[in-house]
């Protein structure tokens, strides 16, 4: 175990954040049964009040569980000088590279889950009857469970990492010749794929700014649309990854035949903004998506046009924002 | 359409910095050409091009790595003497591959040496065998 400022803060947001989900979890669930069901006046303000305690003391969880995100990473470069062999976060996922692969993928669909909550939580709130409060109950019962395992995770590998542990590094994995990031296009582009790779993200980044654009310039929320645009967004999420470990990473750190995202994060730091708003913007469009889906109902139908509007007006300016960042660095580079 | 000025407002606030950064010049004079690591000059290798221009690497793999990319542009490959820090041609370099790793976030286990002396010293302490130049046919 490694133990320095952020480990230990993990450590300690996890434990909390364990023990939290675990009673958040249970108390949603038998909540969730018991709403709706005819009782007493006096049983039924009972039940209204122990639920807003366990969404008040929830919501707080899940908001630190949204922070957890970049502090994992933040935790991981804080321990790379003690790992020998590791010069960026990639050697340090390869001390217990299961685990961490696990969590690395685990994180952003907490992240997602979690910020789709909140948006549900917080359309419920402007209501008079808040309708949505059992879909509600249901879902962050499923997402303590989630919680749970993520927080686990974390004290799992925090306590696991061993400082004399020695590790290869990303540039003998990351940059070999049959890379399956170098492979997939080359297949379909041919060897000078970087170019087309290149040319098809910015098309599908524009395309989907520009569908994003439509949308709220007329106002059409309609439910196939935003099936159609989460797809889209799902799908310009790989090109992104892609055309950043093949062609934007190596060109930004001026490091041509080296494809590691830690590296880039580590040699030019602002790129982790640009990594910010690209997640925010697509991570918005699938809560769009989320909102709609799960937020229909009753009352929320007059809410929900204007609560789309502003996701998707969030959505459109992330993703500008991303954009413009890459071709400034681009530019100058 | 105000909530829509501020939106405009933040984006232009929040991008003053991004701009700073993004122009901010990286050196690189230590540093890998390969993987941006710090270079220790003991395990340094150095790629002298026919432009004129020098490439420097951390290791003997990034130097291998990178060689396949580059080697219609090299003019010459110099390798450092680990036992004196020298800086010698690859051509008259011994090459010995043994236990020890040198560099380690590449686990490089090639060492140079300029006599033969020292790689056999090397070779029985560390129980090495010997390897040819990877840089020789390729680099007249």
């Known amino acids: 175990m490694i133990l320095n400022a952020l480990s230990i803060t993990m450590i300690f947001i996890g434990a909390l954040s364990a023990l939290l989900a675990i009673w958040g979890g249970i108390s949603s669930l038998i909540l969730y049964r018991k709403w709706g069901r005819p009782s007493r006046p006096e049983e039924k303000t009972s039940l209204e009040d122990r639920s807003y305690l366990v969404l008040l003391i929830m919501v707080i969880v899940l908001l630190v569980r949204l922070i957890n995100w970049p502090l994992f990473y933040a935790t991981l470069q804080s321990i790379i000088s003690d790992i020998e062999g590791a010069m960026c976060i990639f050697g340090v996922t390869q001390v217990k590279p299961g685990l961490t692969r696990f969590l690395e993928l685990l994180k952003p669909v907490n992240f ?16 008079k009857t808040s309708p949505l409060m059992k879909r509600k109950l249901l ?137 910010a708003f690209f997640s925010l913007g697509t991570f918005s469009v699938g809560w769009g998506f989320t909102t709609d889906l799960f937020g229909r109902h009753g009352e929320t139908a007059d809410l929900l046009p204007i609560y789309l509007r502003k996701i998707y007006s969030f959505a459109f300016f992330f993703l500008s924002a991303s954009l413009i960042m890459l071709v400034i660095h681009l530019l100058v580079d | 359409m105000k909530s829509q000025k501020r939106l405009v407002t ?77 800086k010698i041609a690859a051509s008259e370099a011994f090459f010995v591959e043994s236990e020890m790793v040198n560099v380690p976030h590449v686990k490089n286990r090639i060492h140079i040496f300029a006599k033969k002396e020292d790689a056999l010293k090397h070779l029985q302490k560390f129980k090495g065998r010997w390897v040819e130049n990877p840089f020789y046919y390729s680099v007249k």
């Open chain 1, 112 to 127: 997602f889950l979690i910020g789709g909550w909140l948006i549900l939580h917080i359309l419920d709130r402007a209501t």
């Open chain 1, 139 to 275: 879902l962050l019962s499923v997402l303590s469970l989630l919680v749970l395992i993520d927080s686990f995770g974390d004290i799992l590998l925090i306590l696991r990492i061993a400082p004399e542990s020695l590790v290869s590094c990303c540039t003998t994995i990351t940059d070999i010749l049959n890379r399956p990031t170098r492979t997939t296009p080359e297949s379909i582009f041919g060897p000078e794929y970087a170019r087309p790779l290149q040319g098809l993200f910015f098309i599908t980044h524009l395309a989907l700014m520009g569908l994003i654009g439509v949308s709220l310039k007329f106002k059409i929320f309609h439910r196939p649309i935003l099936v159609l645009l989460f797809l889209f967004s799902f799908l310009n999420a790989i090109l992104f990854l892609l055309s950043q470990i093949e062609v934007f990473a190596p060109a930004m750190m001026h490091l041509p035949f080296h494809h590691c995202l830690y590296c880039l994060w580590q040699y030019v730091p602002d790129s982790i903004l640009l990594f």
């Open chain 2, 10 to 86: 933040y984006f232009i606030i929040i991008f003053i910095p991004f701009l700073v950064f993004s122009c901010e010049k990286r050196t690189s004079e230590d540093r890998c050409d390969y993987d941006g690591v710090r270079i220790q000059p003991l395990y340094a290798v150095y790629f002298s091009l026919k432009d004129g221009s020098e490439k420097q690497f951390c290791s003997m793999v990034c130097a291998t790595m990178s060689f396949s990319k580059l080697k219609d542009r090299i003019e010459e490959v110099i390798v450092t003497d680990e036992a004196s820090g020298t």
